[in-house]
């Protein structure tokens, strides 16, 4: 048994032991996720649509980890509508921006590694490159969206008095604690996983500047920068979406008291 394979059944076990049912639900929902995104690096090796095919499997990817990985179907349905929204937003922002640094394709120090290969392949490898970019973006943002809308949901359903006021605020303070952990994960994961290339380049003297030109230290800090700004926007997007539907909760409320009186 090979070390992957322990380690995913040690994963199991322990998600199984610490959230029981949704443990193991959380645990078939990452399965299921890597398995479209297998489906999704077959499509686009033959010939379909990039944009295309990982937009579709964004939207799948989502609607995945976000309704498997909660039992409230109200903050869920808020959820998955900003990360939705959120999504097209950044797809619109990355398309221009990842064509202006053309960071797209192989860096100059792991051309040794394919240099042996044909990359007369046939894809696009800017349409790949936004489309690796959209696809990372999505775990952060689903995850700040749910918790968000999973804390705003208990809130409303303590206190069906809360304003929309209040609502607003109390968003912002959850929101204001899930930029400073998600940033900082985006960060040290970025520089943890190229931490064998930078001590590389500093073992060969390379300059201040190469690092900030270099292509993978570019595309990395790109991909962070992308995440932190679509973070921002699903918890904006969600803490609206949460007061619009505590409005039209209140309001459906009032025309009932009203009715009942009426009814009296």
């Not at 579709?56 to 609607?63: D, K, Q, S, T």
């Not at 309704?67 to 221009?96: C, K």
């Not at 640094?101 to 046939?122: D, H, T, W």
């Not at 997007?237 to 209140?250: E, V, W």
Request: proline share 1%; charged share 10%.
């Amino acid at each position: 048994m090979s070390s992957i394979s322990v380690l995913i059944i040690i994963l199991f076990a322990l998600m199984t032991i610490v959230g029981g049912k949704q443990g193991m639900v959380s645990f078939f929902s990452v399965a299921l996720n890597f398995f479209i995104l297998f489906i999704t690096v077959i499509l686009i090796s033959g010939g379909f649509p990039i944009l295309g095919v990982s937009l579709f499997a964004g939207i799948c990817i989502l609607a995945i980890t976000i309704y498997m990985g909660n039992n409230d179907e109200r903050s869920t349905n808020v959820a998955f509508i900003a990360t939705v929204i959120v999504m097209l937003i950044m797809i619109i922002l990355i398309i221009p921006f990842d064509h202006m640094v053309q960071i797209q394709g192989f860096s100059n120090e792991e051309s040794e590694e394919v240099e042996a290969f044909n990359l007369l392949i046939g894809i696009n490898f800017e349409s790949l490159a936004i489309a690796t970019t959209i696809l990372s973006t999505l775990g952060a943002i689903a995850e700040a969206s749910i918790a968000v809308a999973s804390g705003l949901e208990e809130l409303i359903a303590q206190n069906s008095d809360i304003t929309v006021t209040q609502l607003y605020k109390s968003g912002r303070n959850i929101g204001f604690q899930i930029m400073g952990m998600t940033f900082n994960t985006l960060f040290f994961g970025m520089f943890g996983g190229n931490l064998a290339l930078f001590i590389l380049l500093y073992k060969l003297h390379a300059s201040f500047g190469y690092y900030l030109n270099s292509k993978i230290f570019v595309g990395e800090s790109m991909s962070v920068l992308y995440s932190a700004i679509a973070v921002i926007l699903v918890i904006w997007i969600t803490t609206y979406l949460m007061g619009r539907k505590l409005n039209s909760l209140q309001e459906t409320t009032a025309d009932l008291n009203k009715q009942d009186k009426r009814d009296l």
